[in-house]
C-alpha cells in the first residue's frame, strides 16, 4: 500500500484522502480503489449478472468517481456515493441490454392462449404488443423502472435489489408492484 512520507497515509480516512487528492496528492487514490472495489464489486455483479461486465462497471466506477471528486461534498460516507456511481453504472449497461434483450420473458402470460395455430392478425398483434410493452418499459420513472427489470428480467430476489439499490425490501415491492400496475394498464388499454 502508498504511505505518505511519514508512514500514516494507510490510517487516513476516505474524506482526508478524498482532501489530500484534490490537494495533488493524486496517488493516495489507490486506497479509495482498494477499500472500496470488493463492496462495488458485489453491488455491480448483483445487477449486472456477470463477473467480467460487473469489473467492467467498476472500472468505470473509479474513473468517473476520480473525474468529479470535486463534487463530492461530505453529505455521505464516500462508500456511499462511490455505490451511487456504481448503481447508475450498471443499470446504464443493464438499459443498453436490456434493449437488446428479448422481452418475449416478460410478457409470456399475454402470449399464453388456447389458440393452436399462429395467424398473420395474431402475429402482427404481437410484435405490436412488444413494442408497445418495450416503449412503455422505458418510459417508466427510473426508480420503477430499475426495480421491474432487476426483479423480471434478471430475476433478482426482493433483498438483492434492495441491497443493489440501497432501499427497504418494502419499497422494493412497492415499485415493482407499481410498475406492474402501470404495464398492466396498458396491455388492457391495447386488448391484449
Known sequence: ???????????????????????????????????????????????????????????????????????????????????????????????????????????APVWKSNRVTHTPEGDLLQTEARSVLKQEIDALPEPLRSVFLMRSLKQMSVAEVAQSLEITEQLVKMRFLRARHILRRVLCRCNL
Do not use: P
Open 1 to 107: 500500500m502508498l504511505a505518505n512520507s511519514d508512514g500514516a497515509a494507510i490510517t487516513l480516512s476516505d474524506d482526508e484522502i478524498v482532501e489530500r487528492v484534490l490537494s495533488g496528492d493524486t496517488d493516495l487514490y489507490h486506497l479509495i480503489v482498494e477499500r472500496h472495489n470488493q463492496r462495488l464489486q458485489r453491488v455491480a455483479r448483483a445487477i449486472v449478472q456477470d463477473e467480467h461486465e460487473a469489473e467492467d462497471v467498476v472500472q468505470e466506477t473509479h474513473v468517473r468517481a476520480y473525474e468529479h471528486l470535486t463534487q463530492f461534498a461530505g453529505r455521505s460516507l464516500l462508500s456511499t456515493w462511490l455505490t451511487r456511481i456504481a448503481v447508475h453504472e450498471a443499470w446504464r449497461r443493464m438499459k443498453r441490454r436490456s434493449k437488446q434483450c428479448d422481452i418475449d420473458a416478460l410478457v
